[in-house]
């Protein structure tokens, strides 16, 4: 199918572009990658009065260290970039690990950072790391900036705090944590495809080896992204070993309440879901010891 007609814009200076989303409000839609816009508005399941285009915005594809020494990443900077970078594989590795999970490298040539999480795809990656680094998202407008903190962005299936007329402009993590245990791992039907479940998962080790504020959220098992409390509350202040790990799964697969759907069983994402954040934590010790030793 082709798209509906539609008005198409490629403003080239950030003024013009939030004078044309006030204009048309919830009637506009913003091109960045395109990879999630095109094939709605190809199968017309989207079908805006505007699209305007922001590949031509000057500075919105900047990755630059905060004054905190946190990151900065421009809303339209592309995820291979990101994926790619020396500077963003040192000053956040885990963001960086996140972004070969996300389709193909084709479609991470085009994707944006700001286009990922303003889709906000429960199976998506980039929203799920976001809310376990802290983030925070600038999201501006005719009538201002307002800042989001990741955790209170995404709302639920496909639906985020942007509101008609805001453009998501940059992304904030804060300052990383170089001696954490982290992971990010997903299981998918074949290399590319979304995540039938995924965990992202981070947490302190001491010097005993023991776990302090942990993290755990997963994607894939739910309209947003899911923190596992249960799973954090029962990792705090413990030690790894094979009967944690156990309870780890036990409690995970109880804490969870996904959905059905074509790709996957509520009953199958539960059970693989306690064994991801099993192996995530595993694979997170054994970097951290690694690490450790060198
Ligand atoms: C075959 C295939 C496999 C894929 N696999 C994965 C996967 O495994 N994991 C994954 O996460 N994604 C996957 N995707 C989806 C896709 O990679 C991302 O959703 C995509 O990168 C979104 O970014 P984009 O820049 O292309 O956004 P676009 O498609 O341009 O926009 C997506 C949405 O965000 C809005 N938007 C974009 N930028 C902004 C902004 N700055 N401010 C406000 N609104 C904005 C648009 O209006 C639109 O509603 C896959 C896609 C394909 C085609």
Redesign the pocket.
Known sequence: MKPAPFEYFAPLELPEALDLLERYGDEA???????????LINLRLARPRAIID?NRLRNLDTISTATDGGLTIG?LAR?RTLERSTFIQEQNPMLAAAMP???HFQ?RN???I???L??A?PA???PAVSVLLGGEFVLRSKSGTRPVAAADFFLGYLATA?RPGE??TEVRFPKWRPDDAWAVVEIARRK???ALVGVALRAALDGAGTLQNVRIVMFGVGGKPQSMEQGEALLNGRRIDEALLRELSRVVTEELDPDSDVHASAAYRKEVGGVLVRRALQSAWAKAKETVSH
């Open positions: 839609k913003i091109l960045a990658g395109g990879q999630s816009l095109m094939p922001i809303a995820q999970l996300i389709g479609i085009r994707g944006t700001g286009g990922s303003v889709h795809d998506a990656e980039l942007c453009l998501l590319g495809d979304f």
